[in-house]
């Protein structure tokens, strides 16, 4: 979707949710010494400035990072404090947002490859000046799902893959299962993060029994509601194919961290679809 800037929702409690298991998932993935690939298809312009026009329009980052202290963070988030913290050049609450592609470049190590994809010409741009000077990063400038079906396997036979549509796409809702079972096929043992919003409709009832019958590796749901369902969005969903056997236990300890974004009714949910 050309429209959808993240510039407008940078550092939102979806976003926190987001990436706090993309940085577990990738402190997991580098305990082995051997080099692993981080793919990322719909990238965007990978770094952001919660102070300027698009993020002040909507102030979503005010209920998400900057509503969280900067002390007392439980060892699980330990991770993505970290990249949040480097990003902000260590001031709090931050006025700088480090997207998915910045949060992978800083914890992974040099012998890992670093594959952004961004569709939208303007934060191809932004994002491919970000990293021009990174010889593990290659940026694409191709459609995400075409990518992320193309991308796999890579050659170092490990790492994953980040897939947050905007969804402002209907057709998504059928698209990203599709491509998602095709990548799988393809790279069986690849760990696949989808985001997905709750939104009121309901529209990620149906989408997500999809993800499950259309897929066939170990999975694990993950949902934060941070208000009961109403109008726009009240929550975000993951499902992790292939997740590290760590994972689960660690957002469970995390319930009382997340409730610090969580208004009347927020909850976080973390069921096992299909075990290891």
């Not at 082995?32 to 002040?56: C, E, H, N, Q, T």
């Not at 963070?73 to 609450?93: D, F, L, N």
């Not at 993950?222 to 993951?238: D, I, K, L, N, Q």
């Not at 319930?255 to 679809?273: A, H, K």
Request: proline share 8%; with cysteine; charged share 20%.
């Amino acid at each position: 979707m050309l429209s959808y800037l993240h510039g407008f929702h940078a550092g939102n409690f979806a976003d926190v949710h987001k990436h706090l298991i993309f940085a577990l998932v990738l402190e997991h993935l580098l305990k082995k010494d051997k080099p692993m690939a981080v793919i990322d298809v719909y990238a965007g312009s990978g770094f952001y400035d919660l102070g300027d026009a698009r993020a002040k329009k909507t102030g979503e980052a005010d209920s998400g990072i900057a509503a969280l202290p900067d002390t007392a963070w439980p060892e699980a988030a330990a991770p993505y404090r970290e990249v949040v913290r480097r990003a902000a050049a260590h001031h709090w609450p931050p006025r700088f947002y480090p997207g998915s592609p910045q949060i992978a470049a800083d914890l992974t190590r040099s012998k890992d490859r670093l594959v952004f994809n961004e569709l939208h010409p303007r934060e191809y741009e932004a994002l491919k000046a970000r990293f021009a000077s990174d010889s593990r990063v290659h940026v694409h400038h191709r459609d995400a799902l075409e990518s992320l079906v193309a991308l796999v396997p890579p050659p170092e036979k490990r790492g994953l893959v980040l897939i947050d549509p905007s969804y402002e796409v209907k057709d998504e809702y059928r698209t990203v299962p599709e491509a998602l079972a095709k990548a799988e096929e393809r790279w069986p043992t690849g760990t696949f993060l989808l985001w997905y919003p709750l939104l009121a409709g309901g529209a990620h009832h149906p989408f997500v029994q999809t993800v499950e019958r259309q897929t066939n590796g170990p999975l694990l749901q993950t949902e934060f509601c941070v208000r009961p369902p109403g109008a726009g969005m009240y929550g975000s969903g993951m499902m992790i194919l292939n997740p590290p056997w760590t994972l689960a236990g660690s957002l469970e300890s995390l319930r009382g961290w997340f409730g610090q974004l969580q208004g009347p009714g927020g909850l976080l949910r973390v069921r096992e679809v299909r075990g290891q």
